[in-house]
């Protein structure tokens, strides 16, 4: 029993290596940028980018975000009932599991404008959402997960629920009006960053299989 708790540790920890590490190394690329501009250092923001990659951890984690080995250990095959492009087409209604693909996304919503200003507005929420979901659907493809519109829609909608809170809260930090100029490429390098570093560094069932001996 301890050593199966050892392993899922493990496991646990290098998963979360493979998003923190690519965090960490595109934070120190942010931050030289900001020097070499003149732009003094913002900790509030460094926090927020950390909260972020945290989140989207768990993003990664419980919707089983595809990597590249998963083309090694299952193939390229396609599989097209494993594809739902019609919306809510299901007509076994799995309500908990609506739910909970909106409040996967609503933290989203609410870190997107707390750490980046310059998305301090719903169409970047909408969007941000649809993509950051798309992307994940899209990976489920080679892990013979489902990929579901029903998913893309709510957790877009989940995205668009957490700006309102963050509105409602009215919680916007204080930043430097210089580096909200840079924040729209920012967060498209620093997401793009994270989850190649997911998709090309976690390597489950083999690490599963060092742990476990199969």
Same mark, same amino acid.
């Given at each position: !029993? ?5 392993? %899922? ?5 290098? %998963? ?15 931050? $030289? ?7 003094? %250092?913002?900790? &509030? ?30 193939? !390229? ?10 919306? *809510? ?5 799995? #309500?908990?599991? #609506? ?9 989203? &919503? ?8 310059? +998305? ?5 929420? $909408?969007?941000?959402? !649809? ?5 994940? %659907? ?22 668009? $629920? ?20 840079? &924040? ?14 997911? *998709? +090309? ?5 083999? !690490?599963?299989?060092?742990? #476990?001996? *199969?």
């Amino acid at each position: !029993m301890e050593e199966f708790i050892v392993a %899922e540790l493990i496991l646990t920890g290098y %998963e979360i290596l493979t998003v923190l590490l690519p965090a960490f190394i595109t934070i120190w690329a942010f931050r $030289l940028q900001y020097s070499d501009k003149g732009l003094k %250092e913002n900790r &509030g923001h460094i926090i927020c980018l950390m909260i972020f990659a945290v989140y989207m951890i768990g993003v990664f984690h419980f919707t089983g975000a595809g990597t590249i080995f998963d083309i090694w250990h299952y193939g !390229m095959e396609f599989h097209e009932e494993r594809i739902n492009l019609i919306p *809510f087409s299901d007509p076994n209604i799995d #309500y908990v599991g #609506y739910g909970l693909n909106v409040v996967l996304f609503l933290p989203l &919503g609410f870190l997107l404008p707390l750490a980046w200003p310059a +998305f301090n507005k719903v169409r970047y929420a $909408l969007v941000s959402g !649809m993509l950051i979901s798309l992307l994940v %659907e899209i990976s489920q493809l080679l892990n013979f997960r489902s990929t579901d519109i029903d998913d893309l829609i709510l957790n877009t909608a989940g995205a668009v $629920l957490g700006f309102f809170l963050f509105r409602f809260c009215s919680f916007v930090m204080k930043r430097d009006k210089a580096v909200r100029e840079y &924040g729209k490429w920012e967060i498209v390098v620093y997401v793009l960053a994270i989850f190649a570093g997911h *998709f +090309f560094l976690y390597n489950e069932l083999g !690490m599963a299989g060092l742990l #476990y001996g *199969f």
